[in-house]
């Protein structure tokens, strides 16, 4: 009787201990407790208002699946807010690419002349189109991996995959900043 104890403890403290290094891996805001991804993109000799309609430019073209992204649009104070959805790669799953759904995002920009700081936060998965597929919740669910359709692995390699996306989301960004004309068409 006590092996078994001792090895349901033992158990019990390994899982826990796997757990907190699946969790720490990732980005965690120290008031939130939400998983942040943030950083400040230098933007020399633009100014605010410039970089204000840049910004909307990338949104506009980034969120076209969102029916209204666009959640604050404080010009003058020069903070913008998108809700809107990442779509994570798809992947193969017994040979045939597997729909593991999407993240709702929160992607926030604190604009001031010749400076952009950007967060993107509040990530929820949802399901895709699978009849087999489970809505995730919160990007910081450990508990998502328990279902045989979206093991941990799978659920670790989509957080991986919307983490890639968002450094190429942000690579994006840096791009049309740095470019000297951009498509005003799309502002609006």
């Not at 604190?110 to 895709?128: A, M, P, Q, R, S």
């Amino acid at each position: 009787m006590k092996k078994y104890f001792l090895f349901s403890v033992y158990f019990f403290a390994i899982s826990i201990l796997f757990n907190t290094k699946v969790y720490s891996q990732w980005p965690i805001d120290s008031l939130t407790g939400k998983v942040s991804i943030s950083g400040i993109i230098e933007a020399k000799g633009i100014g605010k208002d410039k970089l204000h309609g840049i910004l909307k430019s990338w949104a506009a073209d980034y969120f076209k699946n969102s029916k209204y992204p666009l959640d604050i649009d404080e010009k003058e104070y020069g903070k913008l807010v998108y809700k809107g959805i990442i779509i994570a790669e798809p992947q193969k799953y017994l040979g045939v690419l597997a729909d593991y759904g999407h993240f709702w995002v929160t992607v926030k920009f604190w604009i001031k002349d010749e400076k952009v700081k950007y967060e993107f936060t509040n990530f929820i998965h949802e399901k895709g189109m699978s009849k087999y597929a489970y809505n995730c919740g919160s990007f910081e669910n450990l508990d998502c991996g328990t279902m045989v359709i979206m093991n941990r692995d799978k659920w670790n390699n989509m957080k991986q995959a919307l983490i890639k996306e968002i450094k190429t989301d942000v690579e994006n960004i840096k791009k049309r900043i740095g470019k000297d004309e951009f498509d005003f068409r799309n502002i609006y």
